[in-house]
Nanobody
């Protein structure tokens, strides 16, 4: 059984920062690429960022490039998403996800496991 548990969401003002964490259990975390997705009300779930199994490759959605940074600590079985200069349009539920491969693939069909999500609200 694979378990992904997100934390770190909350309410922040525009221009602020949050750091999301994803605790991984049930498998060796360095075996899979890991992703962050988000879903805003009325919108489809979209990929935000992905990191390969050993952290050598990172991908970002155009909307978050230069503001978000994904990282992982395989020794601690943790994945992180540092979010800076947050904008109201970043408001969404953020999901941690484990891919089925060691490398990042863009399709959500390559996701093997999902976390329960954590709410991020950017508002003044």
């Amino acid at each position: 059984q694979l378990y992904l548990v997100e934390s770190g969401g909350g309410l922040v003002q525009p221009g602020g920062s949050l750091r999301l964490s994803c605790a991984v259990s049930g498998f060796t975390s360095d075996y899979y690429a890991m992703s962050w997705f988000r879903q805003a009300p009325g919108n489809e779930r979209e990929g935000v960022s992905c990191i390969s199994s050993r952290g050598g490759s990172k991908d970002y959605a155009d909307s978050v490039k230069g503001r978000f940074t994904i990282s992982r600590d395989n020794a601690k079985n943790m994945v992180y998403l540092q979010m800076n200069n947050l904008k109201p349009e970043d408001t969404a539920v953020y999901y941690c996800a484990a891919q089925k491969t060691k490398v990042c693939l863009p399709s959500a069909s390559n996701i093997g496991s999902w976390g329960q999500g954590t709410q991020v609200t950017v508002s003044s």
